[in-house]
């Protein structure tokens, strides 16, 4: 079953066209990793996946109950606790208080965030307590679909991998689906199930490629090696790396 299919998405910016004629379906409980040059509009498409801007043209079909999302900056209350910031999307909703608290800590146990961590304000946290704080704040509402815009790009290496690691462990525990957008391809198959290559252009996605085995099972060197196989052997990667000058720093 499909838990999200884009069909002939389109878009533009000041005229410019970033997106034309994607397709993109993403399947019940399958983590697709979303990866192209930059300035191929990546960013741009899960927006639009995500209901956060319109397309111009085509078609957005959801058929999960509720999706969260979790962005490159955590985007975190300042003036609330780590609780009340996980908390937060369940105040709009007639939740009782005990419910949320219950949330609250499950969330917070997929995410192995310690109880005094909980009662602590951003600004006294990590980067990677902020940002297991805005998993967990995603996580809270018990999505099926989970939307990843480069969450950990600004992590350093070793970071990174456990962040990884507790997303592939919180999407093993909660079955959600999820598109994660990253440049690096190392990220891309170890926390995916398929790797999906947008255009250089914007032009469609380029191809697929199915990732052996289940995120969390795959070793290091079985990583590495499927990495450096794409890289060298197969020819839907050679422009992975290319950067548009008209969209770098």
Known sequence: MMALALQRIGHAYFGRTVLDAVDLCVGTGEVVALVGPSGSGKSTLVHIAAGIIDPVRGKVQRSYRRHGMVFQDPHLLPWATARGNIAYPLRMTRMGRRDRQDRVARAAALTALEEDHLD????????????????????????????FDEPFTALDVALKRRMQDLVIDAAAAAHFAAIFVTHDLMEAARVAHRIAVLDVNGRGVAGSRPLPGDPGTRSDRAVFDLVQGFLTDDPLFRHINDIDERTAA
């Not at 951003?122 to 704080?133: A, D, I």
């Not at 704040?137 to 679909?145: G, I, N, Q, S, Y």
């Open 120 to 147: 602590k304000y951003p600004v006294e946290l990590s980067g990677g307590m902020r940002q297991r704080t805005a998993i967990a704040r995603a996580l809270v509402v018990e999505p099926d679909f989970l939307y």
